[in-house]
């Protein structure tokens, strides 16, 4: 019968650790295929990215009488958006992955489009950004969900990064007045 008490083989520990130490923070006990949560995190980099991108060019796209108010989210929302690509990255570093930029390959690994107005139309580049939101909000709580206990380190990164995203979603909404 079990007294509910806790303990640790704080020796079997330090020898595992000492024993592996070039796997750096990747110990025995990390739940996930490594190199699968280093791809999956590559795809949320690319999607960063495209996104960061997406809301750059409509930052200085867009046009017509609500424009400077909407210029200045997608400008707020592009910064965010590129310092959650460089969060991914320093995870996928840490986890002993390489970081994937490459340019010809983001928008194919990218979980959102990237898409530009010849006309600048504002209401479109809202709806197309809050489409975007929601297809980044739906897959990364698919990956939460994936990593579970396994990874609470990514999981917690995703955690707040989706919670940026959401916030996102509904300052576009609130900006088309939906």
Known sequence: MSDGSFSIDVAAIRERARARMDEGPVTSTY???????????????????????????????????????????FHEHAKEERHHAMRAAERISQLGG????????????????????????????????????????????????????????????MESILAEEEDHADDLTDLLGI
């Open 31 to 73: 739940g996930r295929d490594v190199d699968k949560v280093i791809a999956v995190l590559n795809d949320v980099l690319a999607t960063e990215i495209v996104c960061w991108m997406r809301y750059s060019q409509n930052a200085i796209a867009c046009s017509g009488i609500d424009s400077a108010q909407v210029a200045d989210e």
């Open 98 to 157: 390489d970081p994937d930029f490459d340019p010809e390959t983001l928008a194919r690994r990218s979980h959102t489009p990237y898409t530009t107005f010849a006309d600048n139309d504002l209401t479109a580049m809202l709806k197309e950004n809050l489409y975007a939101e929601r297809i980044v909000i739906q897959s990364y709580q698919d990956i939460i969900r994936w990593l579970g206990d396994a990874d609470p380190t990514t999981r917690r990164l």
